[in-house]
């Protein structure tokens, strides 16, 4: 077990040298999974919004559907994107396969579930607490919608956060369809799982050591930004 | 270094379509094989090639059988595999255009210190897989169709036994890479077949040891294959051919028979010795 010991060393060994590669691949991890959050929450914000406000025949279905979706395995989502960007695919001449955007697409496709299904239980259960009130104001549904997306706002975050975990922590579809490339599309994950192939267990658990430090700095900085928020609210 | 800055600097969406157009500068992709990667050789080998050339080397390193399928889907510019068999095949079939000998070492067969099956000092490989089917002791196979398992079927049957037919019992498919395929085998005291460059680099070796090695069946044979136009018009064929014709060349070959890992070499260069 002296591999736990030494992955702390590990860890603390690449952090204190400011190992260029490391950053380099702390920063496309980040900029990958945050990119692609915030293209799912374009796409699986409103979808839940509608989701939740709205009763049109086949509604059940469509959100069993979206939820269970949230179960997507990575590495059939990795596949599926690889086999539409590759050459021989139908989207091929984008020319996208083993490349950021790749990885992109693949954690939005991930992602996207998460949001819509999160966003559409904290909606429909404001909407059930406000409907009243707001019809009261005689407010459109546009605007009932604002409302509510407001009042909800810290819920949503959540909602952001989950998906932010999962695209940060997973490796099945990243590999795949990055293929995992030094200096191109190497992440925390593939580095993690390069290294464990290697057989340097103590170097790819400090690695995981730092993957989840960063996850706790973006859940930190996010929990302040909302503890800031309200006290301002309230001030 | 200003193709870098602009990705740091971009917003998420515009990211989207930046990271695309930043592929356009001078690269190939290479399909690769896992070892020569975990290795360390690409890291060797590849810094003076684009020094020289501006041609940067981007390597995706899967099993032999998965890079034949990648770049038969023309994902890839250049394959750098080691299963002669299907390489032939790939180019027989069309996809390749042109195989070439890069460099060899061999095959070794690993196991727990303790030689429980007594593999040691046997014959040659076929007595020495033999023994552990007869006593039926832990074998770890890669099970993913690549060039070290091709290898170890053609071993298995080349004695007449099909070891799949004790499999989940003592013969265990993986079904992963080299390195996960050690993994495992160190974790359950089991006999394995690896590629002597990616034992020599492993670094979990635990109490494991190699315990037959030297038989020329275990020989391993690296090749390079061109990806042929005319079924993949995409295929960065100069720049392809700028990295085979470096590869194959006196700077090439020193530069493989140069790399060393605890005073040890891992690949020996015999371009020109059997090409097809």
Known sequence: ????????????????????????????????????????????????????????????????????????????????????????????????????????????????????????????????????????????????????????????????????????????????????????????????????????????????????????AVNALVFLLRAAAERSAYA | MLKTARNWFCVPLACLFAAGTAMAGDFILLQSTTSTQNSGLYEHLLPAFEEKTGIQVRVVAVGTGQAIKNAGNCDGDLLLVHARAAEEAFVAEGGGKERRDVMYNDFVLVGPSADPAGIGGGADAGTALEKIAASRSAFVSRGDDSGTHKKELSLWSGIGIDPVQYSGGWYRETGSGMGATLNAAVGMDAYVLTDRATWISFGNRAGHEILFEGDPSLFNQYGVVTIDPDHCPNVRQAEAKRFVDWLLGPEGQAAIAGFRLGGQQLFYPNAGDGDS
């Open chain 1, 1 to 216: 077990m002296q591999d736990f010991a030494a992955s702390f060393f590990e860890a603390f060994r690449l952090v204190a040298g400011l190992d260029s590669g490391l950053i380099e691949i702390v920063w496309l991890s980040l900029k990958v999974s945050i990119t692609a959050v915030f293209i799912a929450t374009v796409i699986g914000l409103p979808l839940g919004a509608f989701l939740a406000v709205t009763r049109f025949p086949g509604r059940s279905i469509v959100i069993v559907t979206v939820t269970a979706l949230m179960g997507l395995p990575p590495v059939v989502v990795g596949l599926v994107v690889y086999l539409l960007l590759s050459n021989a695919g139908a989207l091929g001449p984008l020319q996208l396969l083993y490349t950021p955007t790749a990885m992109i697409i693949a954690q939005t496709i991930l992602v996207v579930p998460i949001i819509a299904a999160l966003a559409r239980q904290t909606l429909e259960d404001l909407n059930g607490e406000y409907r009243d009130q707001l019809m009261l104001f005689g407010l459109g549904s546009l605007a009932r919608l604002r409302t509510l997306l407001w009042e909800g706002r810290y819920s949503l975050m959540t909602a952001l956060l989950a998906g932010f975990g999962r695209a940060v922590a997973e490796v099945g579809a990243v590999i795949i369809v990055g293929g995992n490339i030094n200096h191109v599309t190497r992440v925390m994950t593939t580095a993690i799982a390069l290294e464990t192939s290697k057989g340097n267990l103590a170097l790819a658990l400090g690695l995981g050591l730092i993957l989840l430090i960063i996850a706790f």
